[in-house]
């Protein structure tokens, strides 16, 4: 199953593993002013709702770090973030009541995935997960020449738990991404507790890598993160990220929690150096003031279920059905190719999610802020209709 660390990197492909690992920033002004120049509009008519990002930022404490963590004449980015790597495993420790041995840190929650993957899938012992699902273990899995097993959702597209049971005998790892990415639904919290231990007790040798990106976004009573467990359970893993709420997508930054005996499983495959200065510094400074003032994610999660609510009545309004979202994106079937709706709004000034097989009518839609959903519905009303009156 294993290999070292030099035969995974020379299998793996410098340009591949460098797309895996890559800690470049960019900002969301930035896309936006590429792709008003690519549709030939003005900058602040067009409105990217295809990447799951915090339209709002981080907030001034975060962009201040950085700026210190620039220094006055951008000497400190010469340095190797070496300083920044203990404060950051101990704050997260801190904030999670946990060890700093439960902690390690990577290039946003996709390194982790990624080191998930490998170290503990094979051709021998298969990953499984839903279909669809959020593409990074799947896609690094068959890059490897790893076994996969898709299972799909549900008529109410939600995890198929009985399905995923079966799927897992024998295999390596389960990726139980919850709210699930695409399609924005969560498993009911009763029956992911309660599923969770039965399918390690089935399988002794299973690994199951929790990806809570989007929990800070549930509404769902009763749902809870599942740390905890993580901690005592050595075949338990949680991977978090600060791209989502946080609002540092660009900054690419995001950790797991485990058991210090599974982080110490991770760390012989873990690309050291990974994540930039920068973005150790942003971090350490939203956990200090999550610490000091913990209104940030609150009011985050407030004002993406207003934008949320908001945009799911005008598609439900309009005879268009969704999923029950529980992150900060719909995911609805506008009853046209996804192809198609993604070009015509496009054309519009509005960017889609990509297609997500074999939902192909389904699109995924990310929440912006209100103002911003209040122009897009006005969009998918010109393109929804001028779709129906074609097909009348």
Known sequence: MS???????????????????????????????????????????????????????????????????LGGHGEKPGRYPFPYTTPLNEALAAKWNVKPENVLVGAGST??????????TSNQKALVGSLPTYEECFGYASLVGHKTKAVPLTSTFSTDLDQTFYACKGAGMLFYCN???????????????????????????????????????????????????????????????????????????????????????????HMG?????????????????????????????????????FTRKWFHDHGYKDTEAQANFLFVDVQMPIEDFQGACRKEGVRVGRPFPPLWTHCRISIGTMEEMQKAVKVFDKVLSAAKAMAA
């Open 179 to 269: 709210p699930n990415n695409p399609v924005a639904s969560l498993v009911d919290p009763a029956e992911s507790k309660e599923f969770i231990p039965r399918v390690l007790k089935m399988n002794k040798d299973l690994r199951i890598l929790v990806d809570e990106a989007y929990i800070d976004y549930v509404t769902t009573p009763g749902h809870e993160t599942m740390i905890p467990q993580a901690i005592e359970n050595p075949r338990l893993i949680v991977a978090r990220t600060f791209s989502k709420a946080y609002g540092m997508a660009g900054l690419r930054i995001g950790y797991a929690i485990a058991h210090e005996d599974t982080v110490k499983e991770l760390n012989k495959f």
């Open 3 to 69: 290999q070292s660390r030099r035969d995974f990197m020379k299998n793996l492909g410098v340009g591949a593993a460098g797309a895996y690992t890559a800690t470049l920033i960019s900002t969301r002004k930035q896309e936006s002013i590429a792709f008003a120049a690519e549709v030939g509009l003005p900058v602040d008519e067009v409105i990217n709702l295809a990447n799951n990002e915090n339209p709002m930022g981080p907030g001034k404490p975060v962009l201040d770090a950085i700026d210190r963590a």
């Open 111 to 120: 390194q982790i995935l990624v080191n998930a993957t490998h170290t503990y």
């Open 273 to 309: 150096n990974s994540v930039s200065s920068l973005s150790y510094a942003a971090a350490i400074a939203a956990l200090e003031r999550d610490a000091s003032d913990p209104s940030f994610i609150p009011n985050e999660q407030k004002r993406n279920n207003e934008a949320r609510s």
